[in-house]
T-cell receptor, first 113, second 112 residues
Framework: DAGVIQSPRHEVTEMGQEVTLRCKPI?????LFWYRQTMMRGLELLIY????????DSGMPEDRFSAKMPNASFSTLKIQPSEPRDSAVYFC???????????FGPGTRLTVL | DQQVKQNSPSLSVQEGRISILNCDYT??????FLWYKKYPAEGPTFLIS?????DKNEDGRFTVFLNKSAKHLSLHIVPSQPGDSAVYFC???????????FGQGTRLTINP
């Protein structure tokens, strides 16, 4: 079975540009999570969805960040405009039940110059 | 305010010996705890979990112990193998919540 799929795996962009990260959760999973990992803050939850509906976006750092889940098999995390401090590894994870194990994708390493 | 803390950034253990990774938490509402393992350039993978109604959970070479009064949990790996070399994250969630709070991670190195 395919796990969580994220694209791109690496992204290098210049400050001010729009960045879109993509995630395909495991088929049948109804919860999707976006995390960010940095040296300073570790692994932190940005937002999560249940049945395509955003439940908790309290971790989204600021209005430059937005996330959508138009259907059960696709989600995007967008940063507009991007800044150097957004450089991090962004992980997507999905879960098949409310207290189920979260399965992580391989991550997208974002570098903003 | 870091609610889940892993105070040891790194740990080095000889192959065949026991590895003990520690995690402390401050939020008394946490009732479900997990350990994830992460290799470089990969996402974290689930290892083992424990509910607050238990004080021990075992899965093969991996055992997690929970001390609720001390707000402390530990992961024991016996015997340690070179493939266990990775970063280990402790995570916790509050009652009925899906949101996981992660510790900073401990890098475990198993020496041959």
């Amino acid at each position: 079975d395919a796990g969580v799929i994220q694209s791109p795996r690496h992204e290098v962009t210049e400050m001010g540009q729009e960045v879109t990260l993509r995630c395909k959760p495991i088929s049948g999973h109804n919860s999707l999570f976006w995390y960010r990992q940095t040296m300073m803050r570790g692994l932190e939850l940005l937002i999560y969805f249940n049945n395509n509906v955003p439940i908790d976006d309290s971790g989204m750092p600021e209005d430059r960040f937005s996330a959508k889940m138009p259907n059960a098999s696709f989600s995007t995390l967008k940063i507009q405009p991007s800044e150097p401090r957004d450089s991090a590894v962004y992980f997507c994870a999905s879960s098949g039940s409310r207290l189920g194990t979260q399965y992580f994708g391989p991550g997208t390493r974002l570098t903003v110059l | 305010d870091q609610q889940v803390k892993q105070n040891s950034p790194s740990l080095s253990v000889q192959e065949g010996r026991i590895s003990i990774l520690n995690c402390d938490y401050t939020n008394s509402m946490f009732d479900y705890f997990l350990w994830y393992k992460k290799y470089p350039a990969e996402g974290p993978t689930f290892l083992i979990s424990i509910s607050s109604i238990k004080d021990k959970n075992e899965d093969g070479r991996f055992t997690v112990f929970l001390n609720k009064s001390a707000k402390h949990l530990s992961l024991h790996i016996v015997p340690s193998q070179p493939g266990d070399s990775a970063v280990y994250f402790c995570a916790a969630s509050a009652e009925g919540a899906q949101k996981l709070v992660f510790g900073q991670g401990t890098r475990l190195t198993i020496n041959p």
